[in-house]
Structures are given as structure tokens and as C-alpha cells.
């Protein structure tokens, strides 16, 4: 399994980005896609979670009324468009497949396979 995420750059607070992960390497529609963020000096965090087979769908509280999670199975990709952005966003994004763990999601340790990670920063 392999994820390539990309779509990560330089906005000003207040502005948009849509971030993509494109997956290769299930076999099956029964997985989920998530979505984290690492800080400097930080823990991993979940911003959002979707269910492939199932639609199922959770964000983070922070992430709750700006930031919107969508599939387009057709070409397995992911996208996380992330509008009225802060500079508390500023962090790495990383996306992730695995089982869909449902209310589980955002223990990121549960997540097997990651991709490379792009990073969002938001300025002031």
C-alpha cells in the first residue's frame, strides 16, 4: 500500500488549501483514509477521517465547520480542503490508510501505512 499525499504550501491566515492523498495497493473498498497533522515539538493529531466503503465521516474538533473530507473513489484519492485557515494550522499534514477503525480513528498509532507528509504553513 502507498499514499501520496501533496497540495500543502504557503497562504496567508484566512485562505484556503485542498490537500490530496491518492492510494494504490488495497484491494478491496473496506479501508479508511485519515488525516493528521504534526507541529514542531507536537504530538500527531487527527483533523479527519473518511470511510471508503461506508462514507463515514469524523474531523477533529478544530477542524470542525472549516475543514471539509471527500472521496472520489473513481481515482482513489482523498482530498481535505481546508478553508478560513489559521496560523495554528501551520504544522506537516500526513495521511493515512488503514482498517476503518470508525470513533477509533484519531489514535494515530492505530494507522499502519502513512504517507510522506506535506507541509502547510499559514502566516499571519
Known amino acids: 500500500v502507498q499514499l501520496q499525499a501533496s497540495g500543502g504550501g504557503l497562504v496567508q491566515a484566512g485562505g484556503s488549501l485542498r490537500l490530496s492523498c491518492t492510494v494504490s495497493?488495497?484491494?478491496?473498498?473496506?479501508?479508511?483514509i485519515g488525516w493528521f497533522l504534526q507541529a514542531p515539538g507536537k504530538e500527531r493529531e487527527g483533523v479527519a477521517y473518511?470511510?471508503?466503503?461506508?462514507?463515514?465521516?469524523y474531523y477533529g474538533d478544530f477542524a470542525k465547520g472549516r475543514f471539509t473530507i471527500s472521496s472520489d473513489n473513481a481515482r482513489k484519492t482523498v482530498y481535505l480542503q481546508m478553508n478560513s485557515l489559521k496560523s495554528e494550522d501551520t504544522a506537516v499534514y500526513y495521511c493515512?490508510?488503514?482498517?476503518?477503525?470508525?470513533?477509533?480513528?484519531?489514535?494515530?498509532?492505530?494507522?499502519?501505512?502513512w504517507g510522506q507528509g506535506t507541509q502547510v504553513t499559514v502566516s499571519s
Open positions: 493515512a490508510a488503514d482498517l476503518p477503525y470508525g470513533d477509533k480513528w484519531y489514535y494515530s498509532i492505530l494507522w499502519t501505512y
Open positions: 495497493g488495497f484491494t478491496t473498498n473496506d479501508y479508511a
Open positions: 473518511f470511510g471508503i466503503f461506508d462514507g463515514l465521516i
